[in-house]
Nanobody, 125 residues
Framework: QLQLVESGGGLVQAGGSLRLSCVASGGTFSRYRLGWFRQAPGKEREFVAGTSRSGGSTRYADSGKGRCTASRDNAKNTVYLQMNSLKPDDTAVYYC??????????????????WGQGTQVTVSS
């Protein structure tokens, strides 16, 4: 069973940057498409960004385009989310997730099979 552990969250001022990491274990990392999601208090979990198995293709939600970069290092079993120009609206718990069966980078929560525990990102104004 694949296990995912996120890190890199924290408190940052508006306009700042953070780099989230997610390390996987217990499975063949390169077999999974990976996604980043976030959930703010009182809101549904939403897609932020995702990568293909090789990392050669990425997909972004409109909220992250131009500000977020998703990447992965299959040799290190790690996926990253670089976030720049952060806004208070970006405050949420950020999760990484793995999709073992899909044929494209999915944006639906239900498409992902494994989830990390999340890391808190708080952006102050």
């Amino acid at each position: 069973q694949l296990q995912l552990v996120e890190s890199g969250g924290g408190l940052v001022q508006a306009g700042g940057s953070l780099r989230l990491s997610c390390v996987a274990s217990g499975g063949t990392f390169s077999r999974y498409r990976l996604g980043w999601f976030r959930q703010a208090p009182g809101k549904e979990r939403e897609f932020v960004a995702g990568t293909s198995r090789s990392g050669g293709s990425t997909r972004y939600a409109d909220s992250g385009k131009g500000r977020c970069t998703a990447s992965r290092d299959n040799a290190k079993n790690t996926v990253y989310l670089q976030m720049n120009s952060l806004k208070p609206d970006d405050t949420a718990v950020y999760y990484c997730a793995a999709d073992q069966d899909g044929s494209f980078i999915a944006t639906r929560v239900s498409a992902y099979d494994y989830w990390g525990q999340g890391t808190q990102v708080t952006v102050s104004s």
